[in-house]
């Protein structure tokens, strides 16, 4: 059973930063892409960022240069540092995995809530 548990939620001034972790039991991070994506007030949710197997990286254009995915194959886990935070990236943030390839994401996370205030 694949399991993945976000942690790092919090409410920060813009212009800060946050980390955002997302445990990962079940599986080996290290030989599927993993992904975080948001959704903000009132919006559809977005993919954020993707790593893949092989650690090449993805980013929306509205994160570009600010925020990064990460991951650390000892400790089974994903990271999401954000920096240079706006009021708009206030949305809740989920991890999700790609277990079974192709373009679906199959496994979620319950979602953190990030609040950046202006």
């Known amino acids: 059973q694949v399991r993945l548990v976000e942690a790092g939620a919090g409410l920060v001034q813009a212009g800060g930063s946050l980390r955002l972790s997302c445990a990962v039991s079940?599986?080996?991070?290290?030989?599927?892409?993993m992904a975080w994506y948001r959704r903000a007030p009132g919006k559809q949710r977005e993919l954020v960022a993707l790593?893949?197997?092989?650690?090449?990286?993805n980013y929306a254009d509205s994160v570009k240069g600010r925020f990064t995915i990460s991951r650390d194959n000892a400790k089974n886990t994903v990271y999401l540092q954000m920096n240079s935070l706006k009021p708009e990236d206030t949305a809740v943030y989920y991890c999700?995995?790609?277990?079974?390839?192709?373009?679906?994401?199959?496994?979620w996370g319950e979602g953190t809530l990030v609040t950046v205030s202006s």
């Open positions: 999700a995995a790609n277990t079974r390839g192709g373009n679906v994401m199959d496994y």
């Open positions: 790593i893949t197997r092989f650690r090449d990286t």
């Open positions: 079940g599986i080996s991070v290290s030989i599927i892409p």
